[in-house]
Protein backbone atom coordinates (compact mmCIF):
# COMPACT_ATOMS: atom_id res chain seq x y z
CA UNK A 1 0.00 0.00 0.00
CA UNK A 2 1.16 3.56 -0.37
CA UNK A 3 1.18 6.34 2.49
CA UNK A 4 -0.43 9.62 2.03
CA UNK A 5 -0.10 11.97 5.13
CA UNK A 6 -2.16 15.10 6.13
CA UNK A 7 -2.64 17.86 8.54
CA UNK A 8 -5.88 19.22 8.10
CA UNK A 9 -7.10 21.04 11.19
CA UNK A 10 -6.14 24.37 12.12
CA UNK A 11 -5.12 24.75 15.72
CA UNK A 12 -3.09 27.56 18.14
CA UNK A 13 0.69 27.81 16.63
CA UNK A 14 -0.35 26.11 13.38
CA UNK A 15 1.43 28.09 9.88
CA UNK A 16 -1.48 29.37 7.54
CA UNK A 17 -2.15 28.29 3.93
CA UNK A 18 -2.77 25.26 2.58
CA UNK A 19 -0.41 23.52 0.51
CA UNK A 20 0.48 19.60 -0.89
CA UNK A 21 4.40 18.38 -0.96
CA UNK A 22 6.08 15.65 -1.40
CA UNK A 23 8.72 12.89 0.87
CA UNK A 24 10.73 12.67 -2.24
CA UNK A 25 12.57 9.82 -0.75
CA UNK A 26 9.44 7.92 0.24
CA UNK A 27 7.74 9.36 -2.76
CA UNK A 28 4.67 10.13 -0.82
CA UNK A 29 2.16 12.75 -0.88
CA UNK A 30 1.61 15.20 2.29
CA UNK A 31 -1.51 17.54 2.61
CA UNK A 32 -1.24 20.82 4.54
CA UNK A 33 -4.46 22.75 5.16
CA UNK A 34 -6.18 25.11 7.88
CA UNK A 35 -9.55 23.44 7.89
CA UNK A 36 -12.17 25.45 9.82
CA UNK A 37 -15.72 23.76 9.20
CA UNK A 38 -16.45 25.77 5.99
CA UNK A 39 -16.82 24.68 2.22
CA UNK A 40 -13.54 26.35 1.09
CA UNK A 41 -12.32 23.15 3.41
CA UNK A 42 -13.60 21.17 1.03
CA UNK A 43 -12.61 22.67 -1.80
CA UNK A 44 -9.09 22.87 -0.67
CA UNK A 45 -8.75 19.10 0.17
CA UNK A 46 -9.96 18.36 -3.38
CA UNK A 47 -7.77 20.95 -4.83
CA UNK A 48 -4.35 19.12 -2.72
CA UNK A 49 -6.14 16.37 -3.13
CA UNK A 50 -5.76 16.24 -7.05
CA UNK A 51 -2.36 17.23 -6.14
CA UNK A 52 -2.12 14.35 -3.91
CA UNK A 53 -3.10 11.66 -6.48
CA UNK A 54 -0.69 13.16 -9.44
CA UNK A 55 2.67 11.98 -6.79
CA UNK A 56 0.79 8.62 -6.44
CA UNK A 57 0.54 8.51 -10.14
CA UNK A 58 4.10 9.23 -11.43
CA UNK A 59 6.16 7.84 -8.04
CA UNK A 60 6.86 4.96 -10.10
CA UNK A 61 9.31 7.40 -12.50
CA UNK A 62 13.10 6.84 -11.92
CA UNK A 63 14.34 10.49 -12.48
CA UNK A 64 12.81 12.89 -9.98
CA UNK A 65 12.54 15.25 -12.43
CA UNK A 66 9.94 13.51 -14.77
CA UNK A 67 8.16 12.95 -10.95
CA UNK A 68 6.93 16.72 -11.04
CA UNK A 69 5.04 18.19 -14.00
CA UNK A 70 5.12 21.23 -15.90
CA UNK A 71 3.26 23.69 -13.87
CA UNK A 72 0.81 24.29 -17.35
CA UNK A 73 -0.29 20.97 -15.95
CA UNK A 74 0.45 20.45 -12.28
CA UNK A 75 -3.01 22.77 -12.04
CA UNK A 76 -4.79 20.62 -14.61
CA UNK A 77 -4.43 17.76 -11.92
CA UNK A 78 -6.07 19.94 -9.04
CA UNK A 79 -8.45 21.99 -10.94
CA UNK A 80 -9.85 18.66 -12.62
CA UNK A 81 -10.11 17.02 -8.96
CA UNK A 82 -12.14 20.30 -7.47
CA UNK A 83 -14.69 20.20 -10.26
CA UNK A 84 -15.37 16.74 -10.69
CA UNK A 85 -15.31 16.13 -7.19
CA UNK A 86 -17.47 19.02 -6.99
CA UNK A 87 -20.26 16.40 -8.56
CA UNK A 88 -20.19 14.45 -4.94
CA UNK A 89 -20.20 17.47 -2.33
CA UNK A 90 -23.91 15.99 -0.64
CA UNK A 91 -22.00 14.39 1.93
CA UNK A 92 -21.55 18.24 3.32
CA UNK A 93 -24.30 20.44 3.16
CA UNK A 94 -27.53 19.32 5.22
CA UNK A 95 -29.58 20.71 2.44
CA UNK A 96 -29.96 20.67 -1.38
CA UNK A 97 -30.03 24.23 -1.55
CA UNK A 98 -27.32 24.86 -0.04
CA UNK A 99 -25.14 21.92 -2.44
CA UNK A 100 -26.82 24.04 -5.21
CA UNK A 101 -25.08 27.17 -4.37
CA UNK A 102 -22.20 25.93 -3.48
CA UNK A 103 -21.75 24.32 -6.62
CA UNK A 104 -23.34 27.47 -8.44
CA UNK A 105 -20.54 29.58 -6.52
CA UNK A 106 -17.86 26.96 -7.65
CA UNK A 107 -18.59 27.96 -11.79
CA UNK A 108 -18.80 31.63 -11.21
CA UNK A 109 -15.79 31.41 -9.69
CA UNK A 110 -14.10 29.72 -12.43
CA UNK A 111 -15.28 31.93 -14.95
CA UNK A 112 -14.17 35.12 -12.96
CA UNK A 113 -10.57 33.56 -12.83
CA UNK A 114 -9.77 34.03 -16.41
CA UNK A 115 -10.48 38.14 -16.38
CA UNK A 116 -8.47 38.62 -13.23
CA UNK A 117 -5.56 36.18 -14.52
CA UNK A 118 -5.92 38.20 -18.38
CA UNK A 119 -5.37 41.24 -16.46
CA UNK A 120 -2.36 40.06 -13.94
CA UNK A 121 -0.54 38.73 -16.87
CA UNK A 122 -1.39 42.21 -19.23
CA UNK A 123 -0.23 44.19 -16.46
CA UNK A 124 3.20 42.10 -15.67
CA UNK A 125 4.31 42.25 -19.18
CA UNK A 126 3.72 46.12 -19.57
CA UNK A 127 5.06 46.63 -16.28
CA UNK A 128 8.64 44.93 -17.33
CA UNK A 129 8.37 46.56 -21.10
CA UNK A 130 8.12 50.11 -19.62
CA UNK A 131 10.68 50.05 -17.11
CA UNK A 132 10.64 53.93 -16.77
CA UNK A 133 6.88 54.31 -15.90
CA UNK A 134 5.95 56.65 -13.46
CA UNK A 135 3.42 55.71 -10.53
CA UNK A 136 0.58 57.54 -12.30
CA UNK A 137 1.31 56.19 -15.57
CA UNK A 138 0.89 52.31 -13.80
CA UNK A 139 -2.08 53.25 -12.02
CA UNK A 140 -3.66 54.82 -15.10
CA UNK A 141 -2.53 51.42 -17.06
CA UNK A 142 -3.71 49.18 -14.50
CA UNK A 143 -7.29 51.44 -14.38
CA UNK A 144 -7.41 50.79 -18.16
CA UNK A 145 -7.30 47.17 -17.84
CA UNK A 146 -9.93 47.02 -15.13
CA UNK A 147 -12.03 49.06 -17.95
CA UNK A 148 -11.41 45.98 -20.39
CA UNK A 149 -11.69 42.93 -18.27
CA UNK A 150 -13.68 43.63 -15.19
CA UNK A 151 -16.63 44.33 -16.76
CA UNK A 152 -20.35 44.61 -15.22
CA UNK A 153 -19.72 45.31 -12.08
CA UNK A 154 -20.93 48.29 -10.12
CA UNK A 155 -17.91 50.00 -7.84
CA UNK A 156 -19.69 52.93 -6.50
CA UNK A 157 -19.15 53.33 -3.23
CA UNK A 158 -16.04 51.89 -2.97
CA UNK A 159 -13.42 54.33 -1.78
CA UNK A 160 -10.75 56.32 -3.62
CA UNK A 161 -8.10 54.41 -5.12
CA UNK A 162 -8.56 50.98 -3.58
CA UNK A 163 -9.41 49.94 -7.36
CA UNK A 164 -6.14 51.67 -8.47
CA UNK A 165 -4.11 49.44 -6.26
CA UNK A 166 -6.15 46.34 -6.31
CA UNK A 167 -3.18 44.81 -8.23
CA UNK A 168 -1.12 45.01 -4.77
CA UNK A 169 -3.32 42.17 -3.61
CA UNK A 170 -1.85 39.66 -6.19
CA UNK A 171 1.79 38.46 -4.52
CA UNK A 172 2.65 36.18 -7.63
CA UNK A 173 3.91 40.06 -9.40
CA UNK A 174 6.28 40.71 -6.67
CA UNK A 175 7.27 37.08 -5.67
CA UNK A 176 7.33 34.65 -8.95
CA UNK A 177 7.07 37.65 -11.94
CA UNK A 178 5.38 36.43 -15.11
CA UNK A 179 4.02 33.46 -13.19
CA UNK A 180 0.34 34.01 -12.86
CA UNK A 181 -1.30 32.90 -16.71
CA UNK A 182 -0.40 29.39 -15.72
CA UNK A 183 -3.49 29.21 -13.82
CA UNK A 184 -5.84 30.08 -16.51
CA UNK A 185 -4.04 27.45 -18.85
CA UNK A 186 -4.55 24.91 -16.61
CA UNK A 187 -8.18 26.06 -15.47
CA UNK A 188 -9.03 25.79 -19.39
CA UNK A 189 -7.15 22.10 -18.82
CA UNK A 190 -9.53 21.24 -15.97
CA UNK A 191 -12.88 22.44 -18.01
CA UNK A 192 -12.20 19.80 -20.28
CA UNK A 193 -11.28 17.34 -18.39
CA UNK A 194 -14.54 18.42 -16.60
CA UNK A 195 -16.82 18.25 -19.44
CA UNK A 196 -15.43 15.15 -20.58
CA UNK A 197 -16.51 13.76 -17.33
CA UNK A 198 -20.15 14.66 -17.90
CA UNK A 199 -20.18 12.77 -21.17
CA UNK A 200 -18.16 9.26 -20.39
CA UNK A 201 -16.81 9.18 -17.31
CA UNK A 202 -15.20 6.39 -17.15
CA UNK A 203 -13.37 7.33 -20.34
CA UNK A 204 -12.63 11.00 -18.69
CA UNK A 205 -10.85 9.80 -15.11
CA UNK A 206 -8.92 6.81 -17.35
CA UNK A 207 -7.40 9.58 -19.12
CA UNK A 208 -6.60 11.49 -16.59
CA UNK A 209 -5.06 9.15 -14.48
CA UNK A 210 -3.20 8.06 -17.54
CA UNK A 211 -1.95 11.88 -18.28
CA UNK A 212 -0.86 11.91 -14.36
CA UNK A 213 1.20 8.75 -14.81
CA UNK A 214 3.61 10.64 -17.24
CA UNK A 215 5.07 13.05 -14.49
CA UNK A 216 6.59 15.25 -16.04
CA UNK A 217 8.39 13.03 -18.31
CA UNK A 218 6.70 14.69 -21.74
CA UNK A 219 5.73 18.11 -22.76
CA UNK A 220 2.50 19.91 -21.79
CA UNK A 221 1.08 19.63 -24.99
CA UNK A 222 1.67 15.92 -25.09
CA UNK A 223 0.38 15.50 -21.56
CA UNK A 224 -3.11 17.43 -21.98
CA UNK A 225 -3.00 15.28 -25.38
CA UNK A 226 -3.17 11.89 -22.88
CA UNK A 227 -5.72 13.62 -20.97
CA UNK A 228 -7.79 13.53 -24.22
CA UNK A 229 -7.99 17.47 -23.93
CA UNK A 230 -6.46 20.28 -26.14
CA UNK A 231 -3.32 22.25 -25.21
CA UNK A 232 -5.54 25.12 -27.05
CA UNK A 233 -6.07 29.20 -26.23
CA UNK A 234 -7.95 29.86 -29.44
CA UNK A 235 -11.86 31.65 -29.04
CA UNK A 236 -13.51 28.30 -29.92
CA UNK A 237 -12.28 26.72 -26.66
CA UNK A 238 -12.85 29.14 -24.25
CA UNK A 239 -16.28 29.54 -25.82
CA UNK A 240 -17.32 26.27 -26.13
CA UNK A 241 -16.63 25.73 -22.16
CA UNK A 242 -17.83 28.58 -21.03
CA UNK A 243 -21.03 27.14 -22.75
CA UNK A 244 -21.01 24.19 -21.12
CA UNK A 245 -20.74 26.12 -17.77
CA UNK A 246 -23.52 27.97 -18.85
CA UNK A 247 -25.69 25.69 -19.53
CA UNK A 248 -24.72 23.64 -15.86
CA UNK A 249 -25.71 27.09 -14.29
CA UNK A 250 -28.95 26.98 -16.30
CA UNK A 251 -28.84 30.32 -18.06
CA UNK A 252 -29.64 29.66 -21.27
CA UNK A 253 -32.86 28.66 -20.06
CA UNK A 254 -33.17 31.62 -17.95
CA UNK A 255 -32.78 33.52 -21.26
CA UNK A 256 -35.35 31.61 -23.38
CA UNK A 257 -37.91 31.82 -20.50
Given amino acids: SIGFSMDLESRKGKAPGGYQTTFEEARIPFIFTNAVGLYDDV ?13 IACRHRDLPWYRH ?3 EFSEVASM ?51 PAH ?16 DTGVDYTGLPE ?3 RHQWHRQLHIFEVPFY ?29 LAALSLGGS ?3 GALFAAAGIRFDFTEA ?5 MERVADKLGLHATEDE
Wanted: hydrophobic share 45%; aromatic share 14%.
Fill in 43 to 55: NTLLHEGGHAFHT
Fill in 69 to 71: APM
Fill in 80 to 130: SMELVGGEFLDPFFADPASLERAAREKLEGVVSLFGWVATVDAFQSWLYTH
Fill in 134 to 149: TEKERGDYWMALLDRF
Fill in 161 to 163: GVR
Fill in 180 to 208: YIEYAIAQLGALQVWARYNENPRQALDDY
Fill in 218 to 220: VPP
Fill in 237 to 241: TLGGL
